[in-house]
């Protein structure tokens, strides 16, 4: 006995939506499994030559070397903490050696931190009050900035 049409898409579909199915599952549980050797904890530092950034990423970075201990009270929001293993937005601009890590020449929320950071320290507001306001729009610090930093 042949089996009617509509079962058989019936039966497809219901494959379709199992594999969809254990696609999100596989998703939901991390589907690489977990990265016991911290492969992914931290990148190797890539530094970057301002004169191939813009002359407003470049003046960022100078800024942020005349700053670094201002910007080593900020906590830096975009997730580099986990992934670069910074500390602080100082970190996003200068390597521990000194040199211009690239990190912030392509990190908007880095400029943007900083353009607050710059505009309210321009206008004389204490580097304590900075680092209350930045907190304040983006909320509570990251957990290397909260462990490393100095209040």
């Known amino acids: 006995m042949n089996a009617h049409p509509w079962v058989k898409i019936i039966g497809f579909e219901l494959a379709v939506l199992a594999l969809i199915g254990l696609g999100i599952v596989g998703l939901i549980r991390g589907a690489s499994g977990p990265d016991t050797n911290h492969a992914m904890a931290a990148a190797p530092v890539v530094t970057v030559d301002l004169s191939t950034v813009t002359p407003a990423i470049a003046e960022d970075y100078r800024y942020a070397a005349e700053h670094r201990a201002d910007l080593a009270r900020i906590p830096c929001y975009c997730g580099c903490d986990h992934s670069l293993e910074h500390r602080n937005l100082a970190d996003c601009y200068m390597t521990a050696t000194g040199e211009w890590d690239a990190h912030a ?9 900083t353009a607050t950071a710059r505009e309210q320290l321009a206008a004389g507001v204490p580097i304590a009050d900075v680092r209350t306001s930045i907190i304040a729009q983006y909320g509570p610090p990251p957990s290397l900035f909260a462990s490393g930093a100095s209040s």
């Open 105 to 113: 020449s392509g990190c908007a929320v880095c400029g943007n931190e």
